[in-house]
């Protein structure tokens, strides 16, 4: 009884504001904990004509990744966004909107409401970008990211509308003998020319090679929370989305598939090189994650059950990494006042429990053991090999450079003498601690029970 009159009294101590803050946090923590937990489900329920939404493995997996990490970007948007100021309500209704979108398009059945939903994520993005996004120049990513994103998902909806008239049905799980290559088996350019205009959408979100120029630029101007979001959630409906027009449309090969295959592979060396000439803390991490998600599409394009599995575990992986290497940068802005490599300099003698996390998800970027994401290159590198031995020598420039990429970022924030324009602190609250650890605890302990997140059907 008391401890309840000692916990009412602390409640109604802590300003209003704060406190919806704290309420909106814990709920979201019970939400994404149940949604955790309802993976250790054996039985997955299925699809059936007449139901517009449904769930398998892969997409409950990734809806408790999208509640896990909208978590962790409230906890990290505390001191971004003032929550004494009326905004705090508009930026928790944008994230909240965003939620209920993503869960949307994961769990929907129908194809024409899947990218219905696709789309409609775009919005509340561009508003987290413009609303809290740090320089005038948010403007211009934004419109990147929307030119960018609808140019190439305008095609694919003209052939999702065609394919449906076709097998006169728009469920994205049904199992035909269709095949959108049957159709124009004659006419090999033509086919290629749809397998493109089908896949261009994703491969955009995802994003590969070629068309990421809009992913660095959203991410240094959005805030902390839309590069989280951006980085964990979004770039993941890319994967998703080619997994399921993979099914859907029924694809087995095609000579374009080598040149995609090809593309990210290279793209994804080349964007790892491009990541040492870097300045800015945000966009070395931004460049890494085109990296990532070009080894993601080549296990996807390599068309084996190892492939797609390890595609699956990398999304993972790369969600909870790249969102806490986020927050890091966010946190190190937050003490330094910039995001420059080149005046971020001695962190470790001025916060050294700082450095312990930027170490910890250093080595879990280079796929260091325990992570998931060394299960993920464990199980993508055989699919891509077996698919063809000429990508050997990419792959190993990807994974050698990926760690070398990883500790020029550690070793560059971390190490050297100090600016004499910084201030000494050595302050770090207990949020920051409880943020980082959760995302490193599920990232390294889903090794043990793996099976939860790559067997899928």
Not at 420 to 428: R, S
């Amino acid at each position: 009884m008391l401890s309840m009159l000692l916990t009412s009294a602390s409640l109604m101590m802590i300003p209003t504001s704060k406190l919806n803050w704290y309420l909106k946090i814990w709920s979201l923590a019970m939400i994404s904990t149940i949604s955790f937990l309802h993976l250790f489900n054996p039985v997955w329920t299925y699809t059936s004509e007449n139901l517009f939404l449904t769930q398998d493995s892969m997409s409950s997996t990734l809806v408790s990744l999208t509640l896990w990490i909208s978590m962790m970007m409230m906890m990290a948007s505390q001191n971004s966004v003032k929550v004494s100021k009326n905004n705090s309500f508009l930026f928790s209704l944008l994230v909240l909107l965003l939620n209920l979108i993503l869960l949307m398009t994961f769990y929907s059945t129908s194809v024409l409401i899947f990218y219905f939903f696709f789309e409609a994520s775009l919005i509340p993005t561009l508003l987290l970008i413009l609303g809290w996004g740090y320089q005038p120049e948010r403007l211009q990513a934004g419109m990147y990211m929307m030119i960018y994103t609808v140019a190439a998902s305008l095609p694919l909806l003209l052939i999702i509308i065609w394919n449906m008239s076709q097998i006169e049905s728009s469920n994205m799980f049904l199992t035909t003998s269709m095949n959108l290559q049957s159709e124009f088996m004659n006419f090999s350019w033509t086919s290629n020319l749809m397998i493109l205009l089908v896949f261009s959408a994703f491969l955009v979100k995802l994003p590969m090679f070629t068309v990421h120029l809009w992913l660095p630029k959203a991410h240094v101007e959005a805030p902390v929370a839309g590069s989280m979001i951006l980085a964990a959630i979004l770039l993941k409906l890319g994967g998703y989305g080619i997994l399921r027009m993979y099914q859907y449309f029924n694809y087995h090969t095609s000579d374009l598939f080598v040149f995609m295959f090809s593309l990210a592979l290279w793209g994804g060396v080349l964007t790892s090189i491009i990541c040492f000439r870097q300045i800015d803390l945000k966009s070395l991490i931004a460049y890494s994650s085109i990296g990532h998600m070009s080894l993601m599409l080549a296990g996807a394009f390599s068309n084996t059950s190892w492939g797609w599995s390890g595609s699956l575990v990398l999304m993972i992986s790369h969600g909870f990494c790249s969102s806490a290497l986020f927050a890091l940068a966010n946190y190190t802005y937050e003490k330094t006042h910039t995001r420059s490599l080149l005046l971020s300099k001695g962190m470790l003698m001025l916060l050294p429990i700082l450095s312990l996390w930027w170490f910890m998800f250093s080595v879990m970027n280079m796929a260091a053991p325990p992570s998931i994401n060394l299960l993920g290159e464990i199980m993508i590198f055989p699919a891509v090999i077996f698919s063809s031995p000429y990508f050997i020598l990419s792959l190993a420039l990807m994974s050698f450079l990926s760690a070398l990429y990883s500790m020029y970022l550690f070793t560059c924030s971390q190490h050297g003498g100090n600016p004499k324009f910084m201030k000494p602190f050595n302050t770090f609250k207990s949020t920051g601690y409880t943020l980082f650890f959760m995302h490193w605890i599920p990232a390294n302990l889903l090794i043990l029970k793996s099976e939860l997140i790559f067997i899928w059907n």
